[in-house]
């Protein structure tokens, strides 16, 4: 069984974290939007995602991954966290729960949450954290 997705060398797993890097080379746009670069970070169902920069929760979104996906948007939840070093706000998407609120301030190697079962999307062993970025 092929993945749709390409292998990562972004992928920074430390023992039973995933960590999103706070700088990466882009391998696809969001769901096909231009100017949204994207990399996706694989993982094991219910890793967890930790911070790989200082930054602030600005948004949370979707669902639980037993629900399938959002109509028009991606399975699991969403966090938005704006880099305070930067300015530059990333998302991370298909995440089974958050450990984060909008507002809380999260600082290099907080934990963000856990990875969904990619399964529930009908694409079983490609788990992984679709990370976007989008520039202030």
Not at 4 to 21: C, D, E, I, M
Not at 62 to 75: E, I, L
Not at 113 to 125: F, Q, T
């Amino acid at each position: 069984m092929g993945s749709a997705y390409p292998p990562s060398t972004a992928n920074r797993r430390l023992g039973t974290l995933l960590t999103v890097p706070a700088t990466y080379v882009a391998t696809h746009q969001t769901g096909g939007l231009p100017g949204f670069p994207a990399v996706d970070l694989f993982g094991f169902p219910g890793e967890l995602v930790v911070a790989g920069f200082n930054g602030t929760v600005t948004r949370k979104s979707g669902r639980a991954c037993s629900r399938g996906g959002v109509p028009g948007g991606a399975y699991g939840r969403s966090v938005y966290i704006v880099n305070t070093d930067n300015g530059i706000t990333r998302f991370l998407t298909h995440l089974a729960d958050l450990a984060v609120d909008v507002g809380d301030r999260v600082r290099k190697g907080s934990v963000l949450g856990s990875l969904c079962d990619s399964a529930v999307s009908g694409k079983p062993g490609t788990t992984h954290v679709h990370v976007g970025m989008n520039r202030p």
